[in-house]
């Protein structure tokens, strides 16, 4: 009897079909979300907008600004460095509030939080130290120790960073950082003086883009070599070395990989771990862990993780990720 054995291609094609029409609602959703912010934030009246999330992205960028503004007025020789941020924090912080870079950073930095919070009341997991971090710093290979005591440490400052709302300069990527100075720059046009221009290089001269935290977890990421699957169990690795390993595996950038763990982004999350090289038992694992009511994606068990970083990559190409 001949066998007819297109029935399964199809039916493999409809649910990668499906999986590309998902993807591509989602990725929609996500252009829409740094205007929508921008314009929260710009609103005067914030009675009508107290969800913690905006409120945690305006605090960012305020300290940002303060800090900005303290180191100017250390240049310029003013008496009050409080006083002087002040007075002028509040119109600083709205020209940031203009930069899609620096807002799409602190939205991302802001959602993590929130996830490590609810992570630790449902599941209880440390939001600083975790299972596959102690294993790492106890590791007999001293400089993958050394990087995971370094990663340790820098999200504990994040940790108490994000109770304050605050935003360390030294912990900005250096486009960011760069970003900022030159949104300091704009924000004064012609009244930037040579202290201003000596403040900017002693900030320059200060910054340190890898002591930052991201990068810290990247580079632990990068060193785990086979056991990076402990880092993409977001029970074993924590949210923090979760999304870094996601990000470098599955060819995104860490804010995608971050917004992936929205409820309404499961189909980019399935695919960012597909691609990761986990196979379909494991993704429902994480994402279900993540969204206990989302819908398992069946196609999911015949797509190959080259496959899944190709659709992400199609999506990048498009203007996401």
């Known amino acids: 009897m001949k066998m007819h054995t297109s029935v399964p291609e199809v039916d493999r094609q409809n649910g990668v079909a499906a999986m590309r029409e998902e993807l591509a609602r989602g990725d929609a959703l996500l252009l829409r979300v740094t205007p929508i912010l921008e314009h929260l934030l710009a609103t005067p009246d914030h009675s009508l907008f107290s969800d913690e999330l905006v409120a945690r992205i305006r605090g960012m960028c305020h300290d ?19 006083a002087f941020a002040d007075r002028h924090g509040e119109a600083l912080a709205q020209h940031f509030f203009s930069s899609p870079l620096i807002l799409s950073h602190c939205h991302a930095l802001a959602l993590e939080w929130q996830l490590a919070t ?28 050394s990087a995971a005591m370094a990663a340790l440490a820098a999200q504990a400052r994040f ?36 202290a201003m221009i000596r403040a900017e290089a002693k900030l320059r001269n200060a910054y340190d883009e890898s002591a930052g935290r991201l990068a810290l977890l990247a580079r632990l990421v990068a060193g785990m070599g086979e056991t990076v699957g402990d880092a993409l169990d977001i029970q074993q690795g924590g949210v923090a070395l979760f999304l870094s390993a996601l990000a470098a595996k599955s060819g995104q950038s860490r804010f995608m990989a971050v917004l992936s763990t929205n409820e309404r982004q499961t189909t980019r999350l399935a695919l960012g771990l597909r691609a990761a090289g986990l196979d379909a038992q494991a993704v429902s694992a994480q994402v279900l862990r993540l969204h206990p009511q989302a819908t398992p994606l069946a196609a999911l068990r015949e797509l190959t993780p080259s496959e899944a970083l190709a659709m992400l990559a199609d999506a990048g190409s498009l203007g996401v990720g």
């Open 159 to 194: 940790s108490q960073s994000q109770r304050r709302m605050e935003l360390p300069l030294a912990e900005l990527p250096g486009d960011l950082f760069h970003e900022l100075l030159m949104g300091w720059r704009a924000f004064n046009g012609e009244r930037r003086s040579d």
């Open 64 to 82: 940002l600004a303060w800090q900005i503004l303290r180191a100017q007025a250390e240049a310029t020789g003013e008496a009050g460095r409080e």
């Open 118 to 145: 609810r992570m630790e009341v449902q599941y209880g997991i440390d939001p600083v130290l975790t299972p596959a971090l102690q294993r790492l710093i106890a590791s007999s290979d001293s400089s993958q120790s």
